[in-house]
Structure formats: C-alpha cells, structure tokens
C-alpha cells in the first residue's frame, strides 16, 4: 500500500509538471505565422485607411518573413469586409483594417450579420488622424468662434463624405456643442466635397486631414482648426478646437487590427507587440506623419477598452442627432 501511495504521487508530481508545458505548447503557436495572412480593407484602393494598412503590411512581410497581403473587400459602408473577418477561422491568419467607421456602424446598423463587438477582437490601434474644419479662402469665417455664430443665425450648407462617416458625426458634434443648425449634404466620399467647397457650392466641410491637407498647404481652403488636443506638425498655424473653445470637439479617424473572436491570445499579443515595435522606428513614424497621420499604438486590452469607449460615444450622437446610413 505504501509503495503504491508513492508511485501515485509520484505520477502526480510528474503530471503537474508536465500539463502546464503541455497546455502552454497548446495554446502559443510559437512559429505564428507560418503562412502567408489576409489583411482585409473594407474599403477603396487608394484610401486612407488602405494607405496605412499597407504600410503596416509590407513592413511586418519584412519583419516575419511571411507575406501580409492586403485584400480590398470595400462596400456596405465597410460593413462586407467586416463580414468576411468575423465568420473567418479564429486562427490569426485573417485580419481586419478597423476604423471609426465599425465603432459608429454598430449604432448605425443594429440589424449586421454579425457583432462587431462579439464576434471580432481588437488586436492593436496603429494610427489615428484628426479632422480638418476648413471653409473656402474667400469666405469671411475666419476662427471657429465665426463659424458657430454665423451657424446658429443663419443657415450654411456643410459637406462631408456621407451620412455617418467620421466627417459627418463630426460635424453632428458640432451642431450639438455649438447649438449650432447646418444644413448637412452628404457626398459619396471626401474629394468631390472638397472640390465643391473650393468652389464655393457648399459653405464648410469637416475633413478627413489628409484629404484636405494638400488644398490648406496650397492656399486653395483655409483651415479652421484640427480636431486635437496638439497643433499638428504638418499644418503648425492652424489652431486646434481645444484653443478655439470647443475641447469637446476633440475627434480621432484611427485605424488598427481586429480579428476572429477566438483568435488564440498568444497570437493577439505577437501582432500588438510587432505592431507597437515597428511604430517605434523613426522612418516608419516619419511616413505615417507625412501621410497626415499619427502613431498612436495601443495593444489588446488598452485598445479594447478604447474601442468599446468610441462605440459609446458615438452612440450619443448618432441617436441624439437622428443619423441614419445612406
């Protein structure tokens, strides 16, 4: 009997020492990735959001050995390629390029396929961008304390890149800090918004930086004000909403990674870490500045939390205000 208790326990010592290597072995994948990985777009070629996920994408092909090719699925308002991404395989080879659109999307569009919040994982923030409140070069609105007034007296005509877009719940904020009335004229996208206020059909646009960068620099729109705490480094005399009056005007179009839900935890933590390691080379910060962006790396929990945060906030306005998706 007693030899037999000491072969037992003996037995158990060995299991003990043995299942937690066996399980760690189980769960990391330690030669992630071992195959090439899709990098959804949910939008455009050409984009904003496909210019920096392929950035993101060549320079970790680099990195790992392993192509991340870029696959542009856009349409439903970003909603199709999100589709794809979440009833993919939960094993870290499918990735989604997240934006502000998919935090206001779930408000917007309560009836999806699929939960953007459930059924996808935030892996890692890579950049954000703020808007850019710009109005013709020959109007008289010259600060955003001119624009709320002549807004709360008189009707002005804003543009954006369509209901619901980041330009426009931008511009919906606004109304509501300002106690403000626009007539809002939704686009099919930023440029021809910007070609009809620089001439002169609609009165303001709420502009995604980097789509309105190039006409500020070129004399062809005055800037207002950037929607962020700091003066950009490209755009140093325009001041932000926070020195304006408006701190609560404070928006951020960011883009990051988002995967299965079910994605192993290990793999989760290898994308945020190689993504927040590449932000830290000064070359590809400099590229990401010069495209009107700047890096802002969050991993996993943090950028859960922020995700989830920016779904909330942007629940208030878009139900407050009455917006609805074209």
Known sequence: MH????RLLAGLSVALLVTPVLGQSAAAPVDYPSKPIRYVV??????LTDIMARLVGHQLSEDWRKPVVVDNKPGGNANIGA??????????YTWLAVTLTHAANVTLFPKLPFNMQKDL????????SPMLVVVPMNSPIKSMKDLAEVARHGKLNAGSSGNGTPPHLTLALFEDLAKADLTHIPYKGGAPSLTDLIGGQID???SNFPESLQYVKGGKLRALAVTA???????????TVVESGFPDLIVENWTGVMMPAGTPRPVQEKVGASVAKMLESKDIRDRITAAGFTPAPQANAAFTEYFNGEVSRWARVIVDKQIRAE
Not at 3 to 6: I, K, P, S
Not at 121 to 128: F, G, K, M, N
């Open 3 to 6: 030899r037999f208790l000491v």
């Open 83 to 92: 589709d794809q991404v979440a009833k993919a395989p939960a094993d870290g």
């Open 42 to 47: 949910p939008f455009a070629a050409g984009g």
């Open 204 to 206: 303001v646009v709420f």
């Open 229 to 239: 705490r700091e003066r950009h480094p490209l755009l140093p005399g325009v001041p």
């Open 121 to 128: 994982v935030p892996v890692a923030r890579i950049a954000s």
